[in-house]
Nanobody, 124 residues
Framework: QVQLVESGGGLVQAGDSLRLSCAALGRTFSGYSAGWFRQAPGKEREFVAGIARIAAYTYYADSVKGRFTISRDNAKNTVSLQMINLKPEDAAVYYC?????????????????WGQGTQVAVSS
């Protein structure tokens, strides 16, 4: 079993940048694909970005392409999400998730492990 702990959320202004980190505890993270999801109040949890076990393969929601970058450091058991040019509509609780699969999924139901979430607020 792997425990995920997110950090890096906060309140920023529109146009600012923020970097979220997810640390995997308990097991080697290299055996898992990872994803970042977000959930705004009253909305369903949505896929943001995913990264395969082999970090060369990354995937993004259309709404964040060109602004968000997902990366991983298997030696440090971490996955990060660099966010630039943040918009008010990016505000949400961001979750890190892991699945023991070669590639990530956009379907949150595929993920067995979740972090507790970190809040991102963007003021206009």
């Amino acid at each position: 079993q792997v425990q995920l702990v997110e950090s890096g959320g906060g309140l920023v202004q529109a146009g600012d940048s923020l970097r979220l980190s997810c640390a995997a505890l308990g097991r080697t993270f290299s055996g898992y694909s990872a994803g970042w999801f977000r959930q705004a109040p009253g909305k369903e949890r949505e896929f943001v970005a995913g990264i395969a076990r082999i970090a060369a393969y990354t995937y993004y929601a259309d709404s964040v392409k060109g602004r968000f970058t997902i990366s991983r450091d298997n030696a440090k058991n971490t996955v990060s999400l660099q966010m630039i040019n943040l918009k008010p509509e990016d505000a949400a609780v961001y979750y890190c998730a892991a699945v023991m699969a070669l590639f990530p999924s956009e379907d949150p139901r595929q993920y067995a492990y979740w972090g507790q979430g970190t809040q991102v607020a963007v003021s206009s």
